[in-house]
């Protein structure tokens, strides 16, 4: 089957790669108005881009009417954001911070979820969340149909355990987040596997301090 992508529609274009390129990290991204009200968005169209300097990428599509949502809203008015990595325990909330509300209602408010200062950036983090980047805004693409940020990571906050700091390595044993898989379908990282090299059969594996 071979198609060409220049006789196909914008929405036929996003369908064809959004179900295909799987699964998809998720960022949680929490950022602040000029009222300070805090707005959590999910998306998938993310994903790290190195680490000198350490920097993430978001792409965010405006809205049917052209209108930007909060998220990037936020991002261009002040520069700063901080990005959350979903697992298992936070993944419904996650999901329904995807809602569309007005911009002076806080999802944090009507997930349930919790947040706590920031470090370095003003947006606050999800205190429930694993993992979080705060970032500042190192660069940004804009196309017709979205604005792509590049986030240069400025702190870092995990869950109690999950990093050893004396190695620095993750205990990915303790560690597991969703992946999207189109629509409104997630994946689980429970099963993993080791390709090649001994001990993949063992309880404790390479996988499992990365």
């Not at 060409?4 to 390129?21: G, N």
């Not at 792509?148 to 400025?154: A, E, Q, Y």
Request: glycine share 6%.
């Amino acid at each position: 089957m071979d198609i060409d992508f220049s006789t196909l529609t914008e929405y036929q274009r996003y369908k064809l790669m959004a179900s295909l390129i799987v699964p998809r990290p998720i960022a949680l991204i929490t950022t602040v108005n000029a009222e300070g009200v805090v707005n959590a968005a999910p998306f998938s169209m993310f994903n790290m881009l190195g680490e000198d300097p350490p920097i993430v990428m978001v792409s965010i599509n405006r809205l049917k009417d052209g209108r930007l949502k909060d998220t990037a809203a936020n991002i261009l008015a002040n520069g700063e954001f901080v990005v959350h990595l979903a697992d298992e325990a936070i993944a419904e909330a996650m999901h329904h911070c995807g809602a569309s509300v007005p911009s002076h209602v806080s999802e944090l408010s009507i997930t349930g979820l919790t947040s706590a200062p920031s470090s370095a950036v003003k947006p606050p983090r999800i205190v429930e969340a694993p993992v979080a980047f705060e970032c500042v805004l190192h660069e940004k693409l804009e196309t017709e149909s979205r604005y792509i940020f590049i986030g240069r990571v400025l702190h870092l906050h995990a869950r109690e355990g999950l990093i050893d700091t004396e190695r620095w390595r993750v205990r990915l044993q303790d560690y597991h987040p969703v992946g999207r898989f189109g629509a409104s379908f997630y994946v689980r990282t429970r099963e993993r596997f080791a390709i090649g090299g001994e001990g993949h059969e063992a309880h404790s594996t390479n996988i499992d301090e990365i």
